[in-house]
């Protein structure tokens, strides 16, 4: 009897994509994760990543679980990316450089040029905890949840019948509470406002770079809607796109205002004028959008 093939899967994940801004970059993470969960030393891994967790300073040492070798052709294949090789290795880097992957040579044979990857699970959690996300498959790890880590102190090794019990007591503040809830009101009104489904990368900074400016909460929502009811298009199919357009208009409203909140009176300027930035342009950027308005996936 003829065996039947298995078809391969490439799944699009909400959460990945919020965090990355990149469908490509979501798409390679999700397949990363599912060969993280496969690898030998996956229990090392998660016995790894929990003292990560729990470690109060920045480890820099290189990892030593839960390593991938994978070439950017295979991961090109298995997720059927309508890319070539080069496009995917891009994708990878940039998964480097925001911290979701680490990157080494192969340890053992150094004519190996295939490079071998490693998620970084304390970021993934962390920036998906910002964002009001979890992953399932790591949710063992996660803040205020337990693990059951195996650990051998003789040879590093993960002996089957000895087991200790470790919490990971992450508590969040009340302050990094308040936080998270500012962040997803003002980040809910614009997708409303805007009629999108999800921030870019650059709607993330500049909704996190107004909400440090100490500005109330109800102040700034008010000032999101009085921007959406002032804006004029030039014709009908425009509209307000990037936040970092309404961030503009905020900071030049949070100009007439003190430290305590309290609106500046006679300050020698009109209050709230906002000419330059009329039918989401500036006078200096000829025509093009103020801000990046890129969708970054």
Not at 22 to 39: D, G, H
Request: proline residues 2%; contains cysteine.
């Amino acid at each position: 009897m003829e065996k039947k093939k298995l078809l391969k899967r490439a799944i699009i994940r909400e959460e990945l994509i919020a965090i990355t801004g990149n469908l490509f970059e979501a798409v390679l993470l999700n397949q990363l994760i599912y060969w993280t969960q496969r690898v030998k030393d996956y229990e090392q891994f998660q016995h790894e990543e929990t003292k990560r967790i729990q470690s109060q300073n920045e480890n820099n040492e290189t990892p030593l679980f839960g390593w991938i070798y994978k070439k950017a052709d295979e991961l090109r294949e298995e997720t059927m990316l309508c890319c070539n090789e080069n496009t995917i290795r891009k994708h990878l880097k940039e998964l480097i450089n925001k911290g979701y992957l680490n990157q080494r040579n192969n340890s053992k044979f150094k004519w190996d040029r295939t490079y071998q990857y490693r998620l970084n699970a304390k970021k993934l959690i962390e920036d998906l905890n910002t964002l009001q996300y979890h992953l399932e498959e790591f949710e063992i790890l996660s803040p205020n949840s337990k693990i059951e880590i195996r650990n051998d102190e003789n040879n590093g090794t993960i002996p089957k019948n000895t087991s200790e019990s470790t919490t990971i007591s992450t508590s969040i503040t009340k302050l990094e509470k308040k936080k998270s809830d500012e962040y997803e009101r003002v980040e809910g009104l614009f997708l409303k406002l805007s009629k999108r489904n999800q921030l870019t990368k650059n709607d993330q900074k500049a909704i996190k770079r107004i909400l440090k400016k100490g500005y109330e909460l109800e102040q700034i929502l008010t000032w999101i809607r009085e921007c959406f009811e002032k804006y004029q298009p030039i014709n009908g199919n425009e509209g307000i796109w990037a936040f970092n357009y309404i961030a503009k208009f905020i900071e030049q409203k949070g100009e007439n205002y003190n430290e305590n909140n309290e609106p500046i009176i006679n300050r020698g300027r009109s209050h709230g004028n906002f000419k330059h930035l009329q039918h989401g342009r500036s006078e200096k950027d000829n025509g093009r959008w103020l801000g990046d308005t890129e969708c970054d996936f």
